[in-house]
Every structure is written in structure tokens, then in C-alpha cells.
């Protein structure tokens, strides 16, 4: 009885650990990190090794081996084959993904070109309230700051990008289950029509 006690723990542990993706960008320098729990592993920049030289052996797979012997054209169709359950999916990962930090610092450089610079402005300010509509609508955002202006004494536009989003263990694999399952049930049927339209007869022309 205690170990299941303590297997349902480490299960419900697991479940609600959240794993997420850190992205920052600063004046062209990108950063790329993934998060597990408390655990950070940084992707970009990477650190610089040296390349082995790789020695062809026996295990080496073939070429074109797959798990899946669907083709990417039939998988796309399988996975869309009906756009209803798809998009409830989708809208359900929305809804499962928190976006835990949205920040976007811009300054819009305007020294040497002001009516460009107040034009530009007006432009991404525009594009910018329909997508953060858009967000509020169907996204979980749990910090988000947005600063947007032009400066007409700045020689260079300024950028800096803080993006964190994260999602729990069990939502991640409930997800992964459900669309998988959509994609397999698609494709059985798509091989089922497949199959019918073989088996006809073929009509001859007279």
C-alpha cells in the first residue's frame, strides 16, 4: 500500500512538472533555452566542440527507414482529414500552453528617416492590436509587456525579445495522445478508400 501511495506521488509529480521553452533576443544576439522544473538546459548559443570523425559501422540504419510508412503528403492528408476534431484539438493545446513571460521592447530608430520611422510605427502598432487580441483571446498569458516607440535621435532600432512559454507533463501527453489517435484513425480510413477505389472495375469506353 505505500509504494502504490508513493508511485501515484512520483506520477502526480511528474504530471504537474512543467516543461518550457526560454527564448531571448537582444540586439542580434539570440538565446534558445529549454526548462524542466527547475532545470535549464541552454540550446543557442552552443558551446564550441570538436567534431569526431564518424567511422561507418554496421549499425548503421538504411536510408529511408521509417517508423511510419506513410508519405509526408498522405500524413498531412490523414492528420486534416476532418479539420473539425483538428482544430478543437489545436484550440485545446492553445488553452493547454501558458505563456509565462511576453515582453517586446522596441525603439524605432528615426534620425535619419522620421516620416519612415513614424510610418513604420503606425504600421506595427496596427498589426500589433489584432495579435494581441488574438492572444487574449486564445492563449494563457500570464506576463506580458509590450513597449513600442519611435526615436527620432536613435541612429540604430533597438530590439529586445523575452518570450517564455511552458506546459504540464500530463496536458502535454494528453495531447500527444489525442492527436496521435486522430492521425492513426484518418489514416486507417484513408487506406480503407484507398483500398475500395483499387478493388473497382474499371469502365471501358465505347
Request: net charge positive; proline share 3%; aromatic share 8%.
Amino acid at each position: 500500500m505505500i509504494g502504490l501511495s508513493i508511485a501515484a506521488a512520483v506520477i502526480m509529480l511528474i504530471g504537474f512538472t512543467r516543461f518550457g521553452i526560454l527564448i531571448t533576443y537582444k540586439q542580434g544576439l539570440l538565446q534558445i533555452s529549454l526548462k524542466a522544473g527547475f532545470l535549464r538546459i541552454n540550446i543557442l548559443p552552443q558551446k564550441k566542440r570538436r567534431r569526431k570523425k564518424r567511422v561507418p559501422g554496421k549499425n548503421d540504419r538504411e536510408k529511408g527507414g521509417s517508423l511510419f510508412l506513410l508519405h509526408r503528403k498522405e500524413l498531412g492528408k490523414a492528420l486534416f482529414a476532418s479539420p473539425t476534431v483538428v482544430r478543437g484539438t489545436l484550440r485545446y493545446a492553445c488553452r493547454c500552453v501558458r505563456i509565462d513571460r511576453a515582453e517586446f521592447r522596441i525603439k524605432i530608430a528615426g534620425r535619419d528617416n522620421p516620416a519612415g520611422a513614424a510610418v513604420f510605427y503606425g504600421g506595427i502598432m496596427a498589426v500589433l492590436g489584432v495579435a494581441v487580441r488574438l492572444g487574449d483571446k486564445y492563449l494563457r498569458i500570464k506576463r506580458k509587456k509590450i513597449i513600442i516607440s519611435p526615436d527620432f535621435q536613435l541612429g540604430k532600432t533597438y530590439q529586445e525579445v523575452h518570450f517564455e512559454a511552458s506546459i504540464s507533463a500530463g496536458r502535454g501527453l494528453y495531447m500527444s495522445l489525442a492527436l496521435l489517435l486522430i492521425l492513426l484513425k484518418n489514416a486507417k480510413q484513408a487506406a480503407g478508400k484507398s483500398r475500395q477505389h483499387k478493388g473497382r472495375p474499371l469502365k471501358a469506353d465505347y
